[in-house]
């Protein structure tokens, strides 16, 4: 009886730890990170710990900070010169709000992750700490506090500069991080939104599906970049045999071929036609 459970055991083991081998998967990315929030494991992981640049991945972390301050998400606040100023000669992707604009917390957050605002990152980040340099040293000890030794940030829009950089396996952590607050969940996972000003947008997710034909009925939510420097680089998220997963990946090329998002779709559809929870006991059952 002992040699038969302890066969069982060996079993279980072999069963739960065995990784998806890289050479089973192909994608456009030149970095992935596929982890289990169920139970921490690593299904996927290429190049992991090698350093990358987030591009706007960033704003997951500015709204998951963000959202440690706001108390309300429905107040009023006012949009002024220091959250545009400087935005169009940096090329950087805006929300579209304007100098004295009213909208809300709500407006922002969907504002920053969406349409990918660095117009609302701005807002927030002199909203709830007072300054951008005040929320990216925020930023910086989040990442200690999460235990990431392998992550700096310089900025809360993902601009490139050299000194802001993260791995996939550090965002994949930041990104769990940021899923425990309810409110982030339900704007990470949107696929559209429109303002108490009337802007609306969609989400990268929604833009692969309107651009490209994509099927993205099985992503739960995600995060794009984009800078020459990063390529394309994606967070999301996907449920599976009531897992939920994360795959953070990095360097995609091809700026409008929505190769990340195709990415996400690919692993989704291996690990559901691939990956499922097989109960062999029960706690207390006799074997």
């Given at each position: 009886?002992?040699?038969?459970?302890?066969?069982?055991c060996?079993?279980?083991?072999?069963?739960?730890?065995?990784?998806?081998?890289?050479?089973?998967?192909?994608?456009?990315?030149?970095?992935?990170?596929?982890?289990?929030?169920?139970?921490?494991?690593?299904?996927?992981?290429?190049?992991?710990?090698?350093?990358?640049?987030?591009?706007s991945?960033?704003?997951?972390?500015?709204?998951?900070?963000?959202?440690?301050?706001?108390?309300?998400?429905?107040?009023?606040?006012?949009?002024?010169?220091?959250?545009?100023?400087?935005?169009?000669?940096?090329q950087?992707?805006?929300?579209?709000?304007?100098?004295?604009?009213?909208?809300?917390?709500?407006?922002?957050?969907?504002?920053?992750?969406?349409?990918?605002?660095?117009?609302?990152?701005?807002?927030?980040?002199?909203?709830?700490?007072?300054?951008?340099?005040?929320?990216?040293?925020?930023?910086?000890?989040?990442?200690?506090?999460?235990?990431?030794?392998?992550s700096?940030?310089?900025?809360?829009?993902?601009?490139?500069?050299?000194?802001?950089?993260?791995?996939?396996?550090?965002?994949?952590?930041?990104?769990?991080?940021?899923?425990?607050?309810?409110e982030?969940?339900?704007?990470?996972?949107?696929?559209?939104?429109?303002?108490?000003?009337?802007?609306?947008?969609?989400?990268?997710?929604?833009?692969?599906?309107e651009?490209?034909?994509?099927?993205?009925?099985?992503?739960?939510?995600?995060?794009?970049?984009?800078?020459?420097?990063?390529?394309?680089?994606?967070?999301?998220?996907?449920?599976?045999?009531?897992?939920?997963?994360?795959?953070?990946?990095?360097?995609?090329?091809?700026q409008?071929?929505?190769?990340?998002?195709?990415?996400?779709?690919?692993?989704?559809?291996?690990?559901?036609?691939?990956?499922?929870?097989?109960?062999?006991?029960?706690?207390?059952?006799?074997?």
């Amino acid at each position: 009886m002992k040699k038969i459970a302890s066969l069982l055991c060996l079993f279980i083991l072999f069963v739960t730890i065995q990784p998806v081998q890289a050479k089973e998967i192909q994608l456009f990315s030149k970095y992935y990170y596929l982890y289990d929030r169920s139970n921490e494991m690593v299904y996927l992981d290429e190049k992991s710990d090698e350093k990358i640049y987030p591009a706007s991945m960033t704003k997951i972390l500015t709204v998951s900070l963000a959202l440690d301050k706001i108390t309300d998400i429905h107040q009023k606040v006012t949009i002024t010169s220091q959250d545009i100023d400087g935005l169009l000669a940096l090329q950087a992707t805006t929300a579209g709000f304007y100098v004295g604009e009213q909208v809300t917390y709500e407006d922002l957050l969907y504002g920053a992750l969406l349409p990918s605002g660095a117009d609302a990152c701005l807002a927030l980040s002199r909203l709830t700490y007072g300054s951008t340099k005040q929320m990216v040293e925020a930023m910086n000890q989040k990442v200690k506090s999460l235990g990431l030794t392998h992550s700096q940030f310089q900025n809360v829009t993902g601009l490139h500069d050299e000194n802001h950089y993260t791995t996939v396996k550090d965002m994949a952590r930041i990104l769990n991080h940021a899923l425990s607050n309810k409110e982030f969940v339900k704007v990470f996972n949107a696929r559209e939104y429109t303002s108490s000003s009337n802007h609306h947008w969609i989400s990268s997710l929604q833009r692969g599906k309107e651009y490209k034909g994509i099927d993205i009925s099985h992503i739960d939510g995600g995060k794009s970049g984009f800078t020459d420097e990063a390529q394309l680089t994606f967070a999301s998220t996907m449920t599976i045999d009531h897992h939920q997963l994360i795959l953070v990946t990095a360097y995609a090329e091809g700026q409008h071929s929505q190769n990340h998002v195709k990415d996400a779709v690919h692993v989704c559809d291996y690990m559901t036609k691939n990956f499922h929870e097989i109960v062999l006991y029960k706690k207390d059952e006799a074997i």
